[in-house]
């Protein structure tokens, strides 16, 4: 069965200092990868997305993903975490039966402490 | 800033009312997604239109009913709802077709509340 894992429900950082939220996949066939922020209050945001090539993805607001085939993995991360960073990050998977639907990540929230 | 705009930002409906909800969006989309998102969970998906046809209803209840009368607008009308429908509804757009990689682009959302 294709399905998103995040394994970490609240990550605590402390400002200026590097974060990561992990996401691991498991699809048949080749992942396309994404995440998502959702600010409070707010829609959901693309911040980044993995389909082929680099295995480093850059995205918006200085985050970046690292695909890991081997792993299955897709953490994203922040070399300098802001106060402004905190919200709930979701990981998606397109299902690969379909050019639509996205199969989701339960969501961690990323708590950035000053 | 999103370029998928939805209407109201907040709604409360009693349970025998009837009310839509809109959404519009600039960016030459030809796939609409209407999607439901309870409290700091993942969004579900509920609609998808594909150049203007319904293409994916995720086994929604008959009391959402979904429009979309072009290729920019899409809406949501609501009747007889229920207290646990109140949830964030959030619309979004992408690319139609082939092309697994394409980006989802959300709106701000709605958020609706049945008393």
């Known amino acids: 069965a294709q399905s998103v894992a995040q394994p970490e429900d609240q990550v605590n950082v402390a400002e200026g200092n590097p974060l990561t939220v992990k996401c691991t996949y498991s699809?048949?066939?080749?992942?396309?990868l994404f995440w998502y922020v959702q600010y409070p209050n707010r829609g959901l945001q693309f911040l980044l997305k993995?389909?082929?090539?680099d295995n480093l993805v850059k995205g918006s607001y200085g985050f970046e993903a690292e695909f890991n085939k081997s792993q299955t993995s897709f953490h994203l991360k922040k070399p300098s975490a802001l106060v402004s960073d905190s919200a709930l990050y979701f990981c998606?998977?397109?299902?690969?039966?379909?050019?639509?639907?996205?199969?989701w990540g339960a969501g961690t929230k990323l708590i950035i402490k000053p | 800033d999103t370029e998928v705009t939805q209407t109201p930002k907040h709604l409360v409906m009693g349970m025998t009312n009837k009310k839509s909800l809109k959404c519009e969006q600039h960016?030459?989309?030809?796939?609409m997604y209407w999607y439901k998102q309870k409290a700091k969970k993942p969004p579900e998906l509920m609609f998808v239109?594909?150049?203007?046809?319904?293409?994916i209803n995720e086994s929604v209840p008959s009391r959402f009913s979904p429009e979309c009368p072009n290729s920019s607008l899409l809406n949501l009308h609501l009747h007889a709802l229920q207290p646990e429908d109140s949830a964030l509804y959030l619309c979004?757009?992408?690319?139609?077709?082939?092309?697994?990689?394409?980006?989802?682009?959300f709106g701000e959302g709605s958020w609706l509340t049945v008393v």
């Open positions: 699809v048949s066939g080749n992942p396309y």
């Open positions: 998606a998977v397109r299902d690969p039966g379909s050019n639509y639907q996205l199969i």
């Open positions: 960016m030459g989309h030809r796939a």
């Open positions: 979004a757009s992408s690319q139609a077709g082939t092309g697994a990689g394409n980006t989802i682009y």
């Open positions: 239109y594909s150049y203007e046809k319904l293409s």
């Open positions: 993995y389909i082929t090539g």
